[in-house]
């Protein structure tokens, strides 16, 4: 069985930062592409950021230059570095990994969701 674990998300003022860990656990044998998705109420999931197995990142327009996300292979841990926060980022945010359990097909597994508040 996999599980993926976010820790990170809170309340912050504009303009501030947090940083978004998502940790995979479990009989993993690989693990490909890893990214962030975020959904605000009343709106559809949309990814954020990915990365893929070798390093390739994409990101949506609207956090280009604001957001960065890295992964330490290792650690099997995909991380989101959210700075320059706005009034517009504030949803819950879902770690999602593109992977293969051992004895299994690769699949899509998603974390439970951790939620980024920014008010003042």
């Known amino acids: 069985q996999v599980q993926l674990v976010e820790s990170g998300g809170g309340l912050v003022q504009p303009g501030g930062s947090l940083r978004l860990s998502c940790a995979a656990s479990?009989?993993?044998?690989?693990?490909?592409?890893m990214g962030w998705y975020r959904q605000a109420p009343g709106k559809q999931r949309e990814l954020v950021a990915s990365?893929?197995?070798?390093?390739?990142?994409n990101y949506a327009d609207s956090v280009k230059g604001r957001f960065t996300i890295s992964r330490d292979n290792a650690r099997n841990t995909v991380y989101l570095q959210m700075n320059s926060l706005k009034p517009e980022d504030p949803a819950v945010y879902y770690c999602?990994?593109?992977?293969?359990?051992?004895?299994?097909?690769?699949?899509?597994?998603w974390g439970q969701g951790t939620q980024v508040t920014v008010s003042s």
């Open positions: 999602n990994a593109d992977l293969r359990p051992y004895g299994s097909s690769r699949l899509a597994s």
């Open positions: 479990g009989s993993i044998f690989s693990i490909y592409a």
């Open positions: 990365v893929s197995s070798g390093g390739s990142t």
